[in-house]
């Protein structure tokens, strides 16, 4: 495949700068000015969803966890504050369903299989990308192929102007909720085919909110309101990033090193506690993580017909969890709960080789082969109990084909997984071995018109994670694998327009039907660290995702973007259990709206920018699982603002951002008896140099 | 809006002499603020949920997260709300709060000459996790305050008492696998640890017969120690039997102990449930089942059980998955389904109300 230069995105970039359900054709991750990073175009066959750049920037967000909120098909668990725990789900599928990979390398979490979102600060994020199913290129590790669905963050890519060599920026934001956040990036170019960048931040907030419990009698007259103090959800993080690009005409490679280390509380569900306990409670729940990445990939273009692509990952993981809470009784400090100090430590290997060779122009096949490694240790004070100590070998092939016929364009590939399991102590869980199918086809029928239909098929599934099958309490080694398949048919157009108005129109509309059996849930009791194990068995979700977006151009200096997406879905429980139907049988699952959406407008003026953007997440039910008023959790919505403006000062850059979220004051809850925070501001300054 | 009740019509009306009707306690998911309490009243055959919430619309966060325990004694009703740290106390027959008493981690409750019992899993401050040693509260219900404390053994649970003495099942829940395996005989007038009765790992249930022969349950280990039930002679305290019957919950009515199991196998994941009624005058298992229409089929984890000393009813609650809604169930004393009736989410302890 050719190297391309990726001009064309300069101007994706300027006609929406939000690339929402973006139906690019090309990868529009980079560029400014001339330099450019290369990218292969890629064959996508199913839109992606991306936002990047500067869209990204002024959406109000803080983590990645707030800006794959605007995705549609996306839910996210969100515990609240800076610290809570943030995991994304993908067209109710379940938060182990979705792959994350950091720079092109999944982040894994062989431990519980959940990836914290909310640890990935957008201040070095270029772009993040959402692909339902797979990306659809066949040059791709055989992780690519192994979740339902993909998120891809990328890291920015150094971008250097005619004659310098060295870029330089920091960047402080401070806010509510006692935020404060520096952070720095440097760029180096060595020479004309390597550069670097080192990239800093340190995050913290004291995590202390206000949160209203409030409600009505039936005549309308309020029966309790009270204000409370989100308490423990302090954080302290640290993230240091050291990335090398290089390439010539046969070779591009990136190499990243990545540490991130936090101290942060764990806030407990909000509960009724006795009066003592709210006066004299000291609550010690903190959670310690430290984090190190290193990983690498290089891509040699053979031939005109093979190229291959390696990988390799090393990453360690240390999480330490404490919790001891007291309170006074009768003059006299005591415990109140089950007390932990456990620490545990992650390894991940990860080695991968793909290999693309082109029969004919129109005829492409790959294998890829991967072999990870993980172990998991543990100390545990106080437990007397024997810590399995697992060990897991997974290899991974994948066989993949694509046909380009013109208007028609198809991929398929299968997917085989194999694992073996050790462990010091305890029941080992058997070792597997899986077949996994999908297809994707895409048509378009006009070569004039933008518009395309695509369809996919993908069986996957996923292995049951080292808690599920070794937590000492609560985990059974005999759990299954859980199995998705999806079905999704959708259709999209867009056109740019020479209309001196209407710049540009899109729309896509997809659907999907999705089931799940032999599903494993786990979702936290009043300590996020206690999962409770639930064997759903059966799900079956069906949907809708729509999306429009246009750019007008009102005035010659002033642009309105709009962007709307909309969502329908539907989320079944169907499971049964050993000895019959459960009461909630044919339920809506947890925390699964009917109804959901987004906007974002955009209005841009010279060096001014304003963006509003809107949230809905509809009536929903919580973790009781039956759809009783009981357990109704009421419709959200948040309204949130920001402003920019940028600035020159002889050579150097200035960016300031105001941002003010939550601007109707809303008190709600992601998740029941977790409060997310009221009306909260932040401010931005950076500088380039 | 505030949680209102909402009631069904579960049985014709009857009128008894003794028993009006039962307060119903489900505990409630941890973290859910989910416990509730249901009431049914024989006059009118109807089954109320959520009456607490309703009739005290003025308390912040309504009753709490995970009830434990609920016992009448006198005309008022106490329920321990466990992670909340607090003995609820409300009025029997209007269903309104009197008064929050603060109790750590607040397991079971019983009374005896005007004091409420209450076992408690906390401990003072150990360096070790999980080190404390828990303790048994009085309370004293006239003035509903804390009158005295004594440090019992690990995280005990449940309390019977016979004249002097008080006896709690230690459970050492929290320190698996080295369980506690003692039952702690408390001196009511001096309120000290008098004994320590060895009996079995991970206790729990306890019960008292006419004769004074104490039945503790042992949970057993989830592997190897299978649950058991033991006979302890109040007299002498020593105990004098193993009977080899696994029991995870069990209620007396005169020479008849009504019990259940779900015996749970770590290493298969696997839930057998067995029911029985043993005599406690012989010891002998006079039947291994209790309802007798298969209805038992339809429980998926039976959870609470209880019997109207009055009407002889076998009460069974159903806690389902402890995540969904639960179910109520009223067989006769032949084990005949008379009615059945959703709960809340985990219905589990039952108060009868005297007329």
Known sequence: MKLKFCLLSIAFLWVGKVTLFAQTQKDSITTLNEIVIQKEVFKDLIPVQTLSGEALERLNSHSVADALRYFSGVKIKDYGGMGGLKTIDVRNMGTHHVGVFYNGIQIGNAQNGIVDLGKFSLDNVEAIKLYNGQRSTIFQSAKEYASASTVYIQTKKPVFTEGKDVNLSAKYKAGSIQLTNPSIRTEYKINDNVSTTISAEYMHSNGRYKFRQKRHNLNGTVAYDTVGHRLNSDIDAYRIENSWYGKDDKNTWSANLYYYQSDRGLPEAVIKKSDVTLETENINERQIDKNFMGQAEWTRYVSDRYQFLLKAKFAYDLMNYTSRKTVDFQGEEVTYNPQFDNTFYQQDWYISAAHLYKISPIWEVSLSTDLQYNKLNATRKGQGTLFSYPERYTFMTAFATSVDLGKVKAQGNILGTFTNEKVRHNFKAPNRSVWAPSLFVSYKPWNEHNLNIHAFYKYIFRLPTFNDLYYTQLGTSNLRPEISRQFNLGINYNKALNHSFV???????????????????????????????????????????????????????????INLTYEYTSSKDKSLTLYGKPS??????????????????????????????????????????????????????THDISLQKSFKWKDYKFKAIVEANNLANQYYEVVTNFPMPGRNFRFTLSIDL | MIFTSDSSNVSIPTNNEEYSGFYLLNEGNMGMNRASIDMFTYDTGVYTRDIFSERNPNITKELGDVGNDIKIYGSKVYAT???????????????????????????YLNFKDGKAYVSSYSG???????????????????????????????????????????????????????????????????????????????????????????????????????????????????????????????????????????????????????????????????????????????????YGIAVNPETKEIFMTDAQDYVGTGFVYCYSPEGQLKWKTTGGNIPAHFAFIKK
């Open chain 1, 503 to 561: 710049k540009e129109f899109r729309v896509s509309v997809e659907s999907y039907y999705a089931n799940i059996t032999d599903k494993i849930i786990a979702s936290p009791t009043s300590s996020m660290m206690r999962w409770m194990m639930t064997n759903l068995g059966k799900v079956e979700n069906y949907g809708i995702e729509s999306a429009v977006g246009t750019t007008l151009n009102i005035l010659p200096d002033l642009d309105l973007g």
């Open chain 1, 584 to 637: 909630y049988y044919g339920d809506q699952i947890p925390y699964a709206p009917w109804h959901s959406g987004s906007s974002i407008v955009e209005l841009n003026y010279k060096d001014w920018g304003l963006n509003y953007s809107f949230i809905y997440v509809g009536k929903r039910y919580n973790g009781n699982k039956n759809n009783i008023k009981r357990n109704e959790i009421q419709p959200w919505y």
């Open chain 2, 81 to 107: 709300i466990n992670v909340s740290n607090f003995v609820e106390v409300f009025d029997v027959a209007t269903g309104k709060h009197i008064k929050q008493i603060h109790v750590p981690n607040c397991r």
């Open chain 2, 124 to 302: 003072k401050v150990e360096i070790n996790p999980n080190a404390e040693i828990g303790f048994v509260a009085e309370i004293d219900t006239l003035s509903l305050e804390v009158t005295r404390k004594v440090v019992v053994g690990y995280q005990p649970e449940e309390m019977v008492i016979k004249d002097h003495k008080l006896y709690v099942a230690n459970s050492g829940g929290y320190r698996v696998p080295n369980y506690d395996t003692t039952v702690s005989v408390v001196d009511l007038n001096t309120f000290e640890e008098i004994k320590k009765i060895d009996v079995g790992i991970n206790l729990h249930r306890m019960q008292i017969d006419r004769n004074g022969d104490i039945y503790v349950s042992s949970r057993g280990d989830y592997y190897d120690v299978e649950p058991n039930l033991y006979v302890i002679d109040s007299a002498t305290d020593q105990v004098v039997k193993k009977l080899d019957i696994p029991v995870s919950n069990m209620t007396i009515d005169d020479n008849k102990l009504y019990y259940y199991a779900t015996s749970y196998k770590h290493n298969t994941g696997n839930n057998t449930i067995s029911y029985g009624i043993l005599d406690t005058d012989t010891k002998q298992v006079i039947t291994d089942n209790i309802i007798k229409d298969g209805t038992d089929k339809q429980i998926l984890i039976p």
